[in-house]
């Protein structure tokens, strides 16, 4: 797995407004984002915000850098999309797939961090 950008940033009461105006919003929209795309990636941040299309060929994304911002509506990505491997990123978009992304990466297997204590008998 690969780690995730995780860079954050705060819809807007204008951009919340706007997109809060379309027709056929699937989810609740978010306030606060995180960059959807692999640490280290070399376009704009970019996050999901939300998706108006029962079909999810499409979805609306904040996408920004240090210099501005904007809502976008991009087709996601379909390089070998197979249903149960879909990646969630917009169409182009820079860095792995989101199938191989994570937020969290796990432990290292000789870190245990949660092993009970042995329990010695006396
Ligand atoms: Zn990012
Ligand atoms: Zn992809």
Known sequence: ?????????????????FLAGLP???YQLPHRVTCDLQEGHGQDHIAFVQC???????AWWLTWTRDGRSLIELPYCCDDCTPADACLLPEGHDGRHS????TVLAPPPDLHLFAAAPTRAR
């Open 24 to 26: 056929g919003g699937q």
């Open 99 to 102: 199938p191989q992304l994570t």
């Open 1 to 17: 797995m690969y780690l995730r950008c995780r860079t954050g940033n705060t819809v807007t009461d204008a951009e919340f407004a």
């Open 52 to 58: 108006l299309d029962q079909a999810e060929q499409s």
